[in-house]
T-cell receptor, first 109, second 114 residues
Framework: DAKTTQPPSMDCAEGRAANLPCNHSTISGNEYVYWYRQIHSQGPQYIIH???NNETNEMASLIITEDRKSSTLILPHATLRDTAVYYC??????????FGPGTRLSVLP | DAGVIQSPRHEVTEMGQEVTLRCKPISGHNSLFWYRQTMMRGLELLIY????????DSGMPEDRFSAKMPNASFSTLKIQPSEPRDSAVYFCASSPNQGTREQFFGPGTRLTVL
């Protein structure tokens, strides 16, 4: 079973920031939080990952709470092409990789 | 870089037939993963290899499924005999090393077993 929980769906207006939450209250101290997304009919795509500190790359920002029990993926200026299912997953070396049902983000014009 | 390459992209077969799915990982990646995705069960890890050696095959559903990685640039997932419930999209992914979850997925093979 996935150790993360996410809302099943969210809407976001085009051009606005999309904030996708993820709860991982059972995460252990050495487990990373990873985010992937899957655009319809394509393979999942890696977005970003982090351990304790907030992270930013060209795709998104990842905000991890101080207690590491939850995180938020931020797409600063969502476009229609960001419509996808977003998966939050956690784990460490050698563990089985589990993807939950994710959050279906719809970016609306 | 061409990314992870999978073939065929679509496969339609009849129940009882043997099916072989193929994957070429990204050059230089040490880990390779096979996933299956269905509407009912979502994305499931079937097996993964590190340096061509199977590390965890606990996700392989039953003995009808087998996977091999004869060298660093090629892997196969075989189903023999196939059944309608095997219909799914099968993804192959590769990763620079075992300790990371930064995996690069291929486009998938859509398998339909009639």
């Amino acid at each position: 079973d996935a150790k993360t929980t996410q809302p099943p769906s969210m809407d976001c207006a085009e051009g606005r920031a999309a904030n996708l939450p993820c709860n991982h209250s059972t995460i252990s101290g050495n487990e990373y939080v990873y985010w992937y997304r899957q655009i319809h009919s394509q393979g999942p795509q890696y977005i970003i990952h982090g351990l304790k500190n907030n992270e930013t790359n060209e795709m998104a920002s990842l905000i991890i709470t101080e207690d590491r029990k939850s995180s938020t993926l931020i797409l600063p200026h969502a476009t229609l092409r960001d419509t996808a299912v977003y998966y939050c997953t956690s784990g460490n070396y050698g563990q089985n990789f589990v993807f939950g049902p994710g959050t279906r983000l719809s970016v609306l014009p | 870089d061409a990314g992870v390459i999978q073939s065929p992209r679509h496969e339609v077969t009849e129940m009882g037939q043997e099916v072989t799915l193929r994957c070429k990982p990204i050059s230089g990646h040490n880990s390779l993963f096979w996933y299956r995705q269905t509407m009912m069960r979502g994305l499931e890890l079937l097996i993964y290899f590190n340096n061509n050696v199977p590390i965890d095959d606990s996700g392989m559903p039953e003995d009808r499924f087998s996977a091999k990685m004869p060298n660093a640039s090629f892997s196969t997932l075989k189903i023999q005999p196939s059944e309608p419930r095997d219909s799914a999209v099968y993804f192959c992914a590769s990763s620079p090393n075992q300790g990371t979850r930064e995996q690069f997925f291929g486009p998938g093979t859509r398998l339909t077993v009639l």
